[in-house]
């Protein structure tokens, strides 16, 4: 769990950032950004060659005495590659932007080599990273995140809005946080390194770790390949890029689900699902863990699409992006929904399906991005991208049901959602010319799923009995306290 908080401290960024980018981030900017970090994920991603996995799968297959070496074996074979690799992309970073960007001045030449030395730590990190999981270091894991965190946090404040430098003082922060990361992570494990190389293990660790990369980059182009295909459809480089910075904004904001709900919650599920999995009840808790995993992530779904728009009306910048914020709050609720809807593939150990489930619907979002940017821009990709997460879940749940048969609570679910979407087609019709009113009335009609649910029946009477044990337990608890007391009985006076 606490290894979960470390992720959700990776993920936060973005979000707590959001009112520094709307005030001092130009859409056209911002839309370099994206493209630029989808750059930096995918060489991660390639470069890191499942090494990370790979090493926490090899570990224990070792005496205490030889793990040290086994662990020098994956860092210093990635500290080679990426001297080898990325050094030539550095120099070669005027034709990185010309491809990503159609930047034929030079002007983001500097963006992309600052990119490249980023990638370089970040790919390092891996390697520490791993061994503090491996051998459950999870408060200096977290410790030394939070504190790279801050770090990064207030880097980023001082150059973008003390020094007006745009998002290269963005990519400075970032940099600065990963080598902090980097540094604080190697310095925990600095005794678990020995020098020498095991050939043998590096070929088996590179066996299991290589093919995870193709389901990962077909998980990474269901969310991001849309952003390269509005710039190649639009006009011009300068308005496919604008339209980028507004399609990104509102993944930033929807990305409030994923911090919240898909991160957290994936820390944990693992090991959830099997604590269970022999009890004869576990396909009903199951059932129940995907419906209450919707229930809070559509609370916060419903929220990010019904006050968006008046937060960005407030600061007065990037207003279009509302329009696509509830699709892609939906997208993100399916996505927290596909961790729950594979637990037969997890508990059966059939993962190998994962990549074709991943590619099949990356696929899918692709051929219809084809159809759709060209005609609706960016609502036409937000639209995709929740028809690619639909496909992701179905595939998931089909071939999960085959393998461990779950009695989902279709109705319940169903009710769920049309509640939601109740709720938010009534907000809409809530406009009082005051962006502040606005935004409380929204507010209240987000938070008010909760109370529609339960005046509509939508817990059962077991949920209902809880409900209600917690309730008069809350509204009692001093009676209750102060009868415990009068109840002991005295010391004697013998």
């Known amino acids: 769990m606490i290894f979960g908080v470390g992720g959700i401290v990776n993920r936060a960024l973005g979000f707590l950032l959001l009112p520094l980018y709307l005030t001092e981030i130009r859409t056209r900017e911002y839309g370099v950004l994206n493209l630029m970090m989808i750059v930096l994920q995918m060489v991660n991603l390639v470069l890191a060659l499942g090494l990370g996995n790979a090493l926490m799968r090899s570990y224990y297959d070792f005496e205490e005495s030889e793990r040290p070496l086994i662990t020098a074996t994956a860092f210093f074979f990635l500290l080679i590659l990426c001297l080898v690799v990325l050094t030539p992309m550095f120099f070669l970073a005027p034709q990185w932007a010309a491809l990503v960007l159609q930047d034929r001045s030079g002007r983001f030449v500097p963006h992309f080599q600052l990119l490249f030395v980023i990638a370089f730590f970040q790919i390092l990190k891996l390697i520490p990273d791993a061994v503090l999981r491996i051998k459950m270091e999870s408060i200096r894991y977290t410790s030394t995140v939070t504190v790279a965190f801050l770090l990064q946090l207030l880097t980023i404040i001082y150059f973008v809005k003390i020094e007006q430098i745009g998002i290269y003082g963005i990519l400075i922060g970032t940099l600065v946080g990963s080598v902090g990361e980097t540094l604080g992570l190697f310095y925990w494990m600095r005794y678990d390194l020995k020098w020498g190389f095991h050939w043998a293990e590096l070929k088996r660790m590179l066996g299991f770790g290589s093919p995870l990369i193709f389901g990962r980059l077909s998980a990474m182009s269901l969310q991001s390949i849309d952003r390269f295909l509005l710039q190649i459809f639009a006009t011009t480089p300068n308005a496919g890029q604008r339209e980028i910075g507004l399609y990104g904004m509102a993944n930033n904001v929807s990305g409030a689900i994923t911090m919240l709900v898909t991160t957290p919650f994936g820390a944990v599920w693992p090991s959830m699902q099997v604590s269970v999995m022999k009890d004869p009840d576990a396909p009903e808790y199951y059932a129940r863990i995907l419906t209450y995993v919707l229930y809070i992530a559509s609370v916060l779904a419903l929220g990010a699409a019904c006050v968006t728009g008046d937060i960005f009306r407030y600061f007065g910048s990037y207003v279009e992006s509302a329009s696509v914020v509830p699709m892609l709050a939906m997208a993100a609720v399916l996505d927290a929904a596909s961790q729950v809807l594979s637990v037969g593939i997890n508990i059966k150990r059939k993962t190998f399906v994962n990549p074709m489930i991943y590619i099949s619907a990356a696929l899918v979002n692709i051929l219809l991005n084809l159809y759709f940017i060209p005609h609706h821009g960016m609502r036409g990709a937000a639209f995709t991208t929740v028809v690619g997460f639909v496909v992701l879940c179905f595939l998931r749940g089909y071939v999960s049901h085959a393998y461990l048969p779950v009695p989902y609570e279709w109705k319940r679910l169903i009710h769920l959602f049309l509640i939601s979407i109740g709720l938010y087609w009534a907000s809409t019709f809530i406009v009082t010319g005051r962006t502040v009113v606005d935004f409380m009335l ?27 044990e917690y309730w008069a337990r809350f509204r009692h608890q001093p009676e209750a306290v102060d009868s415990e007391r009068s109840s002991e009985p005295k010391a004697s006076s013998e």
Not at 446 to 464: I, M, Q, R, V, Y
Request: proline letters at 4%; one cysteine or more; a neutral charge.
């Open 442 to 468: 929204h507010t209240l009609v987000a938070l008010s799923l909760p109370l529609c649910l339960w005046l509509t029946g939508f817990h059962d009477e077991k949920e209902e009995r809880k409900l209600r």
